[in-house]
């Protein structure tokens, strides 16, 4: 069994001031070790309809066909519900209230995936759900300038939502310093759904793995199952799509 990873009073206090806070080592060797052995078993799951929705992407590279993120997982794979429910405690002590799973998802960035542009996790409408989110993101593969890490600026959550579904603009970045945010096996990263953030391309033959489990404060609802249902009318997993329909993902 893992163990629950606990955020000390000047990590909750710098995720209300900065938007963010990397927590170095939150899980030990042993617990990276079991972790990265569910990943794998994700990874093998069979792609198919009414389980864990998988989305691809083309290489950069050489336009090979690679696994872009797997969303919905929690509810197909024991070890990663345990997982959620563990850094669940970690997004109640940052929103200082009981928190509930709002979605979850593993971003790949495979060798020569893409990056995200600068954008607002809250742009992708989740203000029709709640209206307080903490994204707990934990580190499954190093990751480095050269891989893409996360990008981050501080402060700037508190303006509230800059623009609707579509990357920020220089207009909306002006004054943004992003900084990078390397992480290593076992890091988490906190970040508030109005935290502006980006990354950048994967240029290397190695993987970058990042966990996303995204809560919201239980007051407010627990919304799990409806944004799943909005968001499968919208844009299904790869597998489930219909041929003649174009999808188009905003943020």
């Known amino acids: 069994m893992i163990k629950t990873p606990a955020l000390s009073e000047d990590q909750i206090a710098a995720f209300e001031r900065d938007g963010f806070v990397h927590v170095p080592a939150a899980f030990d060797a042993t617990d990276v070790e079991t972790i ?5 078993e994700v990874m093998a799951m069979p792609e198919v309809p009414g389980r864990q929705w998988v989305y ?3 290489s950069r ?14 509810p197909f794979h024991d070890g990663y519900r345990r997982l959620t429910e563990a850094l669940g405690d970690v ?3 940052a929103l200082r209230e009981p ?7 593993i971003n790949f960035k495979m060798p020569g995936g893409g990056g995200f542009e600068p954008h607002q996790d809250a742009q992708a409408g989740w203000n029709d759900y709640a209206q307080d989110f903490v994204n707990v993101m934990l580190c499954l593969d190093e990751a480095t300038i050269e891989n893409g890490c996360l ?12 623009r609707g579904m579509e990357p920020l603009t220089e207009e909306d970045m002006e004054g943004m310093d992003f900084v990078h ?16 953030h980006r990354s950048a391309p994967n240029p290397t033959n190695a993987s970058r793995r990042m966990y996303f489990a995204t809560y919201n404060k239980a007051s407010q609802g627990d919304h799990y199952d409806r944004y799943h249902a909005d968001k ?19 943020v």
Do not use: M, Q
Not at 181 to 196: E, H
């Open 61 to 74: 590279v050489d336009g090979a066909d690679l696994v872009n993120r797997i969303e919905k997982i929690a």
């Open 99 to 105: 928190a509930v799973l709002f979605k979850e998802k």
């Open 91 to 93: 997004a109640s002590s």
């Open 151 to 162: 990008e981050v600026t501080a402060g700037h959550h508190k303006r509230g939502l800059l």
């Open 36 to 40: 990265l052995a569910w990943t794998s």
């Open 181 to 196: 945010c390397p992480t290593k096996p076992g890091d988490l990263v906190l970040f508030d759904a109005y935290c502006p």
């Open 232 to 250: 499968h009318r919208n844009f299904p997993p790869d597998i489930e799509r219909e041929p003649d329909r174009e999808y188009v993902y905003k």
């Open 56 to 58: 691809h992407e083309k």
